[in-house]
């Protein structure tokens, strides 16, 4: 298994542009969650989905878009990226049922916007 | 809603010294909670986790974490720090059925000599 997979590993964007961040599994996890990590900040949720066809909005959902056409995949739209989205961003995935659930993260996107 | 404390942003300490980092947590059912370490520029590593059964939890890394229900905490120890063990330290809650994994704001451990 390959695990939690993201590109890109980096980027640079300018300030209106557009781009979306890809985010994959192959451990047929129901659940993926797209989080944001900024200094002193933590990890803090964005979006969220439980499965095909069902997402729903984190902590900090203003200026991102997401959707879950396949149990694989979960991208993350930044449809005009602004300089406060400069972070580096997490996927994760984890089954929703049993007994051991664990969250498994992927390495992790750097954006730059300026 | 459910939340993560970590109250204390930054400690250092000394080679070879014990460590306790601090994590408070809030939750209206039995918690799910987790401990990651995150070394400059790196992902996410799971240290330990509890789900249930013992409150002492032992994990990678001679890490280990003692969950008190009456005081909502779940503590991270280490009798004898490393210098490989300078990083950042997450505290998370959550994160079973359909309900997310929330994070604390994290704790960044020095290792001096």
């Known amino acids: 298994n390959a695990g939690v997979t993201q590109t890109p590993k980096f980027q640079v964007l300018k300030t209106g542009q557009s781009m979306t961040l890809q985010c994959a599994q192959d451990m047929n996890h129901e659940y993926m969650s797209w989080y944001r990590q900024d200094p002193g900040m933590g990890l803090r949720l964005i979006h969220y989905?439980?499965?095909?066809?069902?997402?729903d909005q984190g902590e900090v959902p203003n200026g991102y878009n997401v959707s879950r056409s396949t149990t694989e995949d979960f991208p993350l739209r930044l449809l005009s990226a602004a300089p406060s989205q400069t972070s580096v961003y997490f996927c994760?995935?984890?089954?929703?049922?049993?007994?051991?659930?664990?969250?498994?993260f992927g390495p992790g996107t750097r954006l730059l916007v300026l | 809603a459910q939340s993560v404390t970590q109250p204390d942003i930054h400690i250092t300490v000394s080679e070879g010294a014990s460590l306790e980092l601090r994590c408070n947590y809030s939750?209206?059912?039995?918690?799910?909670l987790f401990w990651y370490v995150q070394s400059p520029g790196q992902g996410l590593q799971l240290l330990l986790k509890y789900f249930s059964g013992d409150t002492l939890v032992q994990g990678i890394k001679g890490f280990e974490a003692e969950f008190k229900r009456s005081q909502s905490s779940f503590n991270l120890r280490k009798p004898s720090v490393h210098w490989s063990d300078a990083a950042e330290y997450f505290c998370?809650?959550?994160?079973?059925?359909?309900?997310?994994?929330?994070f604390g704001k994290g704790t960044r451990l020095s290792v001096i000599a």
């Open positions: 998370a809650v959550g994160g079973s059925g359909n309900t997310p994994l929330v």
């Open positions: 939750y209206g059912a039995t918690p799910y």
């Open positions: 989905s439980v499965g095909a066809g069902i997402t």
């Open positions: 994760a995935s984890r089954p929703i049922q049993g007994p051991q659930e664990t969250q498994y």
